[in-house]
């Protein structure tokens, strides 16, 4: 059976935490295909660049990644994106994935915000979260959960070495010209120069 995970998020913009996240994950669980996603209009953390330059990001940064597949189905959706109308419209119209073992890539960052997510038992019955750690369950991170999310959280926590990198944190370091190339791939920083993403004028 293929095994195929989801990993969506807002990739403001992409960079190598994301990727470590990925790469440990899918190799860890033995995982065909990872589908990157991004979204539209994140619910919780609404995003700076628009839904095309956070696609076009996601192309240069994850292309040449093996065994990743970029999909535009949230950004040609003009409204908030939902993890679990995602994973229903993949169970219905993506070739192989109802059939496929399911799983969705999260970072441990996200774990508190789970009770805010829409019908988040759902997104755990469609496909098995898998998130990326570094070390044992944090309890703190867990503390709001219900025995149902906590069991499956404590079943997919994998230490994967985090990166320990935002998108917030590249963000700022690109609005004061700081230099970024450890953090993220040159050709989505050449894109980010050229569209004029998220940098102040120089003073």
Not at 28 to 36: N, S
Not at 46 to 53: D, G, H, I, N, T
Not at 125 to 153: K, M, N, W, Y
């Amino acid at each position: 059976m293929a095994k195929i995970a989801v990993f969506g998020g807002s990739f403001d913009p992409p960079h190598y935490g994301h990727t470590n996240l990925l790469v440990c994950l899918k190799e860890t669980y033995g995982i065909d295909e990872v589908l990157v996603i991004p979204a539209c209009l994140n619910p919780l953390k609404p995003p700076v660049a628009s839904p095309e330059q956070r696609l076009a990001m996601c192309h240069l940064h994850f292309d040449d990644v093996p065994g990743c597949s970029i999909l535009d189905f949230e950004v040609r959706r003009p409204t908030v994106s939902y993890t679990v109308d995602t994973l229903r419209w993949l169970m219905k119209y993506h070739r192989g994935f109802e059939q496929a073992e399911r799983f969705v890539l999260l970072g441990a960052d996200v774990i508190p915000s789970l009770p805010q997510w829409k019908e988040v038992d759902e997104i755990f019955s469609l496909a098995r979260p898998l998130i990326a750690a570094r070390g044992e369950v944090d309890p703190r991170l867990v503390l709001e959960l219900t025995p149902v999310l906590l069991q499956a959280v404590r079943d997919g926590w994998t230490d994967t070495g985090l990166f320990d990198i935002s998108s917030t944190a590249v963000r700022d370091r690109l609005r004061r010209w700081l230099y970024v190339e450890h953090l993220v791939k040159e050709s989505v920083v050449r894109y980010i120069h050229s569209s004029h993403i998220y940098q102040e004028e120089p003073s």
